[in-house]
């Protein structure tokens, strides 16, 4: 087994944010490398995800996941090589991904890993995004949920992001027309000149004329709305779903904090007259079933039926502002901290 190091940065939650976590509610730390138990393995980090999921991870409120405690290392998915094992199934030298946390080093149970990266002819770093949780959740959200055919209408929010912009071009490959919502011209331009949707809207520019861009831009209707926001922006976009049309709600980006919880338009009477379906997902319910959805990814990506952006700023001090910074729109892609 080789010499690990002694000494490591992490970043630890200081404090309970009560809307968009803010780099006051992180603080960098150092700390020993421990050696890894039986059954255990050392993971050298060198991506830390940064995730619009992880607002909710910190926050006080009712989730999927318990929130991340007072002082622990922040949950976040990272890549790296295995550099110390103790268990049967991975030897050092190993690609993995998982739940290692914003730390330089991980000692972890082989049940935090996610998946051995095998596809070594792609960067390490895609298997944050789109052949991680970004695009897994396009491809089961979409595929699973919204169910698309070809010829259908397709509209994604936060379509330039590293989500949205899979659905999109997952929506191309199924053969369906696709309308994008995004932040801001650049944005916009990247979801038609990169992504390769059909159109794409400027939310920020059209204001309370979202709705009517929407209807004019798909006058047919929407077959397919991929949420990632919720808020304004979809009460805008639901009205105008086609008859049998299905949301997929995937994200909440748009509200600031949930408690109290906010108050908006009342949708129910949409979904029964379209006779419409709105239904929920977490990617981690589909864990059995992550290297169906990696195996086409990547097939799609080495074909180039599946571009991607990534965002990257290094090193492990760029990571308490990282959260902000999303919800901020000052990211161009997906994403990710660089520690080599």
């Known amino acids: 087994m080789a010499a690990l190091a002694k000494v490591q940065s992490q970043v630890r939650l200081r404090s309970r944010p009560t809307g968009i976590?803010?780099?006051?509610?992180?603080?960098?730390?150092?700390?020993?490398?421990?050696?890894?138990?039986?059954?255990?393995?050392v993971v050298r980090n060198r991506f830390l995800s940064v995730e619009p999921a992880m607002r909710g991870w910190v926050a006080d409120l009712d989730n999927y996941a318990p929130p991340v405690a007072i002082g622990a290392v922040m949950r976040a998915f990272a890549a790296g090589e295995v550099v110390a094992s103790r268990h049967q199934g991975y030897a050092e030298g190993d690609r993995v991904m998982g739940m290692f946390g914003w730390q330089e080093y991980a000692t972890v149970p082989a049940g935090a890993v996610t998946r051995k990266v095998v596809e070594t002819d792609l960067p390490l770093s895609l298997s944050l995004g789109v052949l991680g949780i970004n695009g897994v959740s396009a491809y089961f959200g979409l595929t699973d949920i919204g169910r698309p055919v070809r010829g259908e209408t397709v509209l994604v929010s936060t379509a330039a992001g590293a989500v949205g912009s899979a659905v999109g071009q997952i929506a191309k490959v199924i053969g369906c027309r696709t309308v994008g919502l995004a932040g801001g011209p650049d944005k916009t331009r990247m979801c038609t000149d990169v992504f390769g949707f059909d159109a794409a809207l400027d939310y920020k520019a059209l204001d309370d004329g979202l709705g009517a861009a929407v209807a004019a831009t798909c006058p047919d209707g929407i077959d397919v709305y991929f949420d990632n926001v919720?808020?304004?922006?979809?009460?805008?976009?639901?009205?105008?779903?086609?008859?049998?049309?299905?949301?997929?709600?995937?994200?909440?980006?748009?509200?600031?904090?949930?408690?109290?919880?906010?108050?908006?338009?009342?949708?129910?009477?949409?979904?029964?007259?379209?006779?419409?379906?709105?239904?929920?997902?977490?990617?981690?319910?589909?864990?059995?079933?992550?290297?169906?959805?990696?195996?086409?990814?990547?097939?799609?990506?080495?074909?180039?039926?599946?571009?991607?952006?990534?965002?990257?700023?290094?090193?492990?001090?760029?990571?308490?502002?990282?959260?902000?910074?999303?919800?901020?729109?000052?990211?161009?892609?997906?994403?990710?901290?660089?520690?080599?």
């Open 21 to 41: 976590p803010a780099a006051a509610d992180f603080q960098v730390t150092h700390g020993p490398v421990t050696e890894p138990a039986e059954g255990e393995i």
């Open 230 to 340: 919720a808020g304004a922006i979809s009460d805008a976009v639901v009205p105008h779903l086609a008859l049998r049309g299905r949301v997929v709600v995937c994200g909440t980006a748009s509200i600031a904090q949930w408690n109290p919880r906010p108050s908006g338009p009342r949708r129910e009477r949409i979904l029964l007259t379209r006779r419409a379906r709105m239904e929920g997902f977490v990617v981690f319910d589909y864990q059995d079933r992550y290297e169906e959805a990696v195996g086409h990814l990547a097939g799609w990506v080495r074909d180039g039926r599946l571009r991607y952006a990534e965002d990257f700023l290094d090193g492990i001090d760029a990571c308490p502002d990282a959260i902000a910074g999303l919800y901020r729109g000052s990211n161009l892609g997906k994403r990710i901290i660089r520690l080599d």
